[in-house]
């Protein structure tokens, strides 16, 4: 049972502009999120997180937005430059819980 | 910067054999992680380790176990290596389960 869903694959986006990467997840239980980005041959690296007292959280060209009521987080990278072009993994943790449950990821393009 | 240093990039072994994967931080970190990377499957937990000599199985704990002896090193086991467990094997580790996981650069094993 896959608890934190990416369901974009692929995403390709012109550089200069918004990109935007959704997640969803199922457990209620899940408080605080994280999203790492992943470059080929190079472990992932921790891009920006967001607990679930807060709606959004900011980190330069870094925004995630939460919404616990649809279950739903997204980043969003403005604007979007040819270094962003990797696989960006979403991923949550129950408070208290050292393990993290990661969605199946999504490779994003940037088109120079 | 925290650095999670893998022993191997590149593994390639045969059928049967017992397959050790080293990790070692150096940021004195309580938690450490083994995850597998598939396509189309994300990052899945194998086990985690919040102390030395303790473990606990993740989701995926079949056909492996871990070692830690030693705070800075954790080390995953494949008993008898099978060509299901040909994959991309990623460490991580953390300073508590408040804070970001950090990842090694990976290995990439081939069972033959």
């Known amino acids: 049972d896959q608890q934190v869903k990416q369901n974009s694959p692929s995403l390709s986006v012109q550089e200069g502009r918004i990109s935007i990467l959704n997640c969803d997840y199922t457990?209620?239980?899940?408080?605080?999120f994280l999203w790492y980005k992943k470059y080929p041959a190079e472990g992932p690296t921790f891009l920006i997180s967001?607990?679930?007292?807060?709606d959004k959280n900011e980190d330069g060209r870094f925004t995630v937005f939460l919404n616990k009521s649809a279950k739903h987080l997204s980043l969003h990278i403005v604007p979007s430059q040819p270094g962003d072009s990797a696989v960006y993994f979403c991923?949550?943790?129950?408070?208290?819980?050292?393990?993290?449950?990661f969605g199946t990821g999504t490779r994003l393009t940037i088109i120079p | 910067d925290v650095k999670v240093t893998q022993s191997s990039r590149y593994l390639v072994k045969r059928t049967g054999e017992k397959v050790f994967l080293e990790c070692v931080q150096d940021?004195?970190?309580?938690?450490m992680f083994w995850y597998r990377q598939d396509p189309g499957l994300g990052l899945r937990l194998i086990y985690f380790?919040?102390?030395?000599?303790?473990?606990e199985k993740g989701d995926i704990p079949e056909g492996y176990s871990v070692s830690r002896e030693k705070k800075e090193r954790f080390s995953l086991i494949l008993e008898s290596a099978s060509t299901n467990q040909t994959s991309m094997y990623l460490c991580?580790?953390?300073?508590?389960?408040?804070?970001?996981?950090?990842f090694g650069d990976g290995t990439r094993l081939s069972i033959l």
């Open positions: 457990n209620s239980m899940f408080d605080y």
């Open positions: 967001i607990s679930s007292i807060k």
């Open positions: 991580a580790s953390s300073l508590d389960g408040q804070q970001p996981q950090h």
């Open positions: 940021m004195d970190h309580e938690n």
């Open positions: 991923a949550a943790r129950i408070f208290g819980n050292e393990k993290l449950t």
């Open positions: 380790s919040y102390d030395v000599k303790m473990k």
